[in-house]
């Protein structure tokens, strides 16, 4: 009988608590749930080498005990040392069951499995199809693909369409447990979206994702440039310095003054912008599944989508699409839905859609993978 309690690390992601991504919100939420369920979680977040303020970061956040690890910053080595010193440092501690988060990390995942400790691997998109990623990247992430499927006990994918992957790549069979989502119970006036950007309800189409190119912003800005509308584009999302598709995105933006860079948003601001938006594009070319893309969802708001299977399938036929890659499909769809095309949407299509993404349901089914024996 088992007289202590069910330990688990949670290895790949950057931080928690952050915003920087959906792989960040997802171990958030998973490592917070089980530790409230009595599971022993901790999480290794971690710390760029010479960034001074990420020493604020808690060592303990609802429950979970949070392990930096050191790395390099802004480099194509960040997931590769993170991954080996996580992993190595994981060796060290009773764990039951060690949980890696994206391709890049799994790379190491043989190093355990050398060790007999059980192994769950989710893969939150083809990491390697990204157009960020330089030559060591891609080659270094496509190891992590082929070493979760040669060592990982279980691999978990976030869509129908990457476990069908798994199936005809690697003759290999995945679990389907999508990323959660619960449903905002309250509204938000526009009051600070109002001071600082002079927005109000329905004035605006928001996009709100990393500004990285597979997710598809240019197509958005060209499509609207050729609108003739008074609604504004709302850009929300990080504004990486040195990086050539930010400058791109900042130079597309600075021929629209209809355009609004407002930068990383968390808290009130992003309760306020979801809200109160018109409608949320999300105009990707590449995902694994789109925390963003729920989120807009759970405020009840309707969402403009590209037709890739990811996004499709979250959406469920309730909301429109348009061709991906296409400035002009999505222009037209956009035309579409200024002119009026989504207010007579069901409200009840959003609890339809989160109902097949409960944080509980997908809390309790990973936690069964974790304590499964062959």
């Not at 005990?65 to 991954?83: D, H, M």
């Not at 600082?196 to 609207?224: M, N, Q, T």
């Not at 409200?347 to 097949?356: D, K, S, V």
Request: glycine fraction near 8%; aromatic fraction near 10%; hydrophobic fraction near 40%.
């Amino acid at each position: 009988m088992r007289n202590r309690k069910f330990r688990v690390a949670m290895i790949g992601h950057k931080r928690i608590p952050t915003r920087e991504g959906g792989v960040e919100i997802v171990v958030e939420e998973l490592a917070a749930r089980m530790a409230e369920r009595g599971i022993e979680v901790e999480a290794f977040n971690r710390r760029d080498i010479g960034v001074s303020e990420q020493s604020k970061l808690p060592k303990e956040y609802k429950g979970v005990r949070i392990i930096n690890i050191p790395t390099f910053r802004q480099s194509a080595l960040n997931a590769f040392v993170y991954s080996v010193l996580a992993s190595i440092r994981a060796l060290f501690g009773r764990y039951d069951c060690l949980h890696y988060h994206a391709e890049g990390p799994c790379a190491m995942i043989w190093l355990p499995k050398l060790f007999g400790r059980r192994v769950i691997a989710t893969i939150h998109g083809l990491d390697w199809q990204r157009a960020k990623w330089g030559g060591f990247s891609t080659w270094y992430i496509k190891q992590g693909e082929k070493a979760a499927v040669k060592f990982a006990d279980e691999i978990i994918v976030l869509s129908e369409n990457n476990r069908k992957y798994f199936l005809d790549h690697y003759n290999r069979e995945t679990r389907f447990i999508p990323n959660g989502m619960k449903m905002k119970e309250q509204s938000y006036p526009p009051k600070r979206i109002r001071e600082k950007f002079g927005l109000e309800r329905d004035g605006y189409i928001l996009f709100l994702a990393r500004i990285v190119p597979e997710k598809g912003l240019h197509y958005l800005i060209e499509a609207f440039g050729n609108i003739k509308t008074d609604k504004k584009l709302v850009i929300a999302g990080g504004l990486t310095q040195g990086s050539e598709y930010v400058e791109k995105i900042k130079k597309m933006a600075e021929r629209d003054d209809r355009i609004i860079l407002a930068g990383f948003v968390q808290g009130e601001m992003l309760d306020e912008l979801f809200d109160n938006c018109m409608v949320y594009v999300l105009p990707s070319d590449i995902e694994g599944m789109a925390m963003s893309l729920l989120e807009c969802i759970s405020y009840r708001t309707p969402c403009l989508v590209s037709d890739i299977p990811e996004n499709l399938e979250v959406v469920g036929g309730y909301m429109p699409s348009f061709k991906h890659g296409s400035a002009e499909s999505l222009r037209r769809e956009l035309e579409k839905v200024i002119g009026g095309s989504l207010k007579n949407v069901d409200t009840g299509c959003y609890e339809q859609i989160l109902r097949r993404y409960d944080w509980e349901d997908i809390v309790t089914r990973t936690i069964a993978l974790y304590e499964k024996r062959k």
